[in-house]
């Protein structure tokens, strides 16, 4: 994966210009673009006769990730009394997760780009977390820096039932 430090710094720099409320917004379709993918990666598991654990975790993250933008919509909705407006820049977390689509038989390379996409997802939520003002918003990003994490055990887990093995640089690791 690229360095992860860039690509924090890069996201920062590109939210830079958004509010409080232009972030969040961003994170709600974003959560919803990573459902999409994780769903296309379920089906394709399926097609490919892959364990059922595996593609039932695809699912399961399919699923939370929707929950995650319903969540974040919510607070927006209740927050700003009106329906999110989509913001027009890339969604990273999604953006890093597509990259498995391109080689989706290859199963360690899918597992570890959907690991490394939980770690940003992670890392991005801890950093919302240090820099909103919002104190609601802070334990919603921090509760979901913690679901990320449990996301990325859960596919760690799935490699290993696999028999596969998937790195993540010591610089990297050594940050979770």
Do not use: C
Request: proline residues 3%; hydrophobic residues 40%.
């Amino acid at each position: 994966m690229e360095d992860l430090e860039k690509v924090l710094v890069d996201f920062e720099r590109t939210l830079s210009g958004l509010d409080e409320k232009g972030i969040l917004s961003y994170w709600i379709f974003g959560e919803y673009e990573e459902a999409e993918i994780y769903w296309k990666l379920a089906e394709t598991a399926e097609k490919l006769g892959l364990p059922a654990s595996l593609i039932g975790t695809f699912r399961d993250l399919a699923k939370e990730s929707e929950e995650h933008g319903d969540t974040l919509k919510r607070i927006y909705m209740r927050t700003y009394g009106e329906e999110p407006k989509k913001i027009d820049i890339p969604y990273i977390e999604a953006e890093v997760l597509a990259r498995a689509l391109k080689d989706p038989e290859n199963i360690p390379y899918v597992l570890k780009i959907a690991m490394e996409t939980e770690l940003v997802a992670k890392r991005l939520y801890e950093r919302l977390a240090e820099i909103t003002k919002d104190e609601n918003a802070r334990k919603v990003y921090k509760y979901l820096a913690d679901v990320e994490w449990t996301h990325y055990l859960r596919l760690k887990g799935e490699a290993g039932l696999m028999g596969i093995h998937v790195e993540i640089p010591m610089a990297e690791a050594a940050q979770y």
